[in-house]
T-cell receptor, first 110, second 116 residues
Framework: SQQGEEDPQALSIQEGENATMNCSYK?????LQWYRQNSGRGLVHLIL?????REKHSGRLRVTLDTSKKSSSLLITASRAADTASYFC??????????FGQGTRLTINP | GAVVSQHPSRVICKSGTSVKIECRSL??????MFWYRQFPKQSLMLMAT?????????EQGVEKDKFLINHASLTLSTLTVTSAHPEDSSFYIC????????????FGEGSWLTVV
């Protein structure tokens, strides 16, 4: 079964706007990861946030984690057309199995 | 950085034949690799955990006799789809952990399988 539920499933915004995607998970985690996938391609690791962290930044990306609510969000600021992709959160189920949320398909309109 | 390579990137096969997909960790050793399956516009579903030198661990609902996994070395895992059928057409992705469980996972570029 999948660990995470993401919303929205699809998001379409104008270039330059901020995009926020949310992920909720079911079990306790040590860390949560966000990945990006361009259509028909492999996954690119974006950022990892540990369970004792509340917020983390990487360039135009900002990830938050609320372990009390079992939720995380990914914010992409000043979006660009090249940010168009699917974004997945993922967490470990047990020691080794990385399971994914349903993903958000983000479209940035020029 | 760590790189995981998959081959082939695209393959078309006839119904009833078998297809092998390779997953290699290029600059690190991976005792554990993972195989995922992804249908269009859907998420990745974990199929099995590939363990070097031992049998793979399959997720519930995945037929181990149909999806044969071999992890013969610390840098290579293979997935063989046996007696492929059109419903097996999908995107198959492998991954490996660079520093062991609980850390960053690196993914291959995926393999598109089309069964005709």
């Amino acid at each position: 079964s999948q660990q995470g539920e993401e919303d929205p499933q699809a998001l379409s915004i104008q270039e330059g706007e901020n995009a926020t995607m949310n992920c909720s998970y079911k079990t306790s985690i040590n860390n949560l990861q966000w990945y990006r996938q361009n259509s028909g391609r492999g996954l690119v690791h974006l950022i990892l946030i540990r369970s004792n962290e509340r917020e983390k930044h990487s360039g135009r990306l900002r990830v938050t984690l609320d372990t009390s609510k079992k939720s995380s969000s990914l914010l992409i600021t000043a979006s660009r057309a090249a940010d168009t992709a699917s974004y997945f959160c993922a967490a470990f189920q047990g020691a080794q199995k990385l399971v994914f949320g349903q993903g958000t398909r983000l479209t940035i309109n020029p | 950085g760590a790189v995981v390579s998959q081959h082939p990137s695209r393959v078309i096969c006839k119904s009833g034949t078998s297809v092998k997909i390779e997953c290699r960790s290029l600059d690190f050793q991976a005792t554990t690799m993972f195989w995922y399956r992804q249908f269009p516009k859907q998420s990745l579903m974990l199929m099995a955990t590939s363990n070097e030198g031992s049998k793979a661990t399959y997720e519930q609902g995945v037929e181990k006799d149909k999806f044969l996994i071999n992890h013969a070395s610390l840098t290579l895992s293979t997935l063989t789809v046996t007696s492929a059928h059109p419903e097996d057409s999908s995107f198959y992705i492998c991954s490996a952990s660079h520093d062991g469980p609980g850390n960053t996972i690196y993914f291959g570029e995926g393999s598109w399988l089309t069964v005709v």
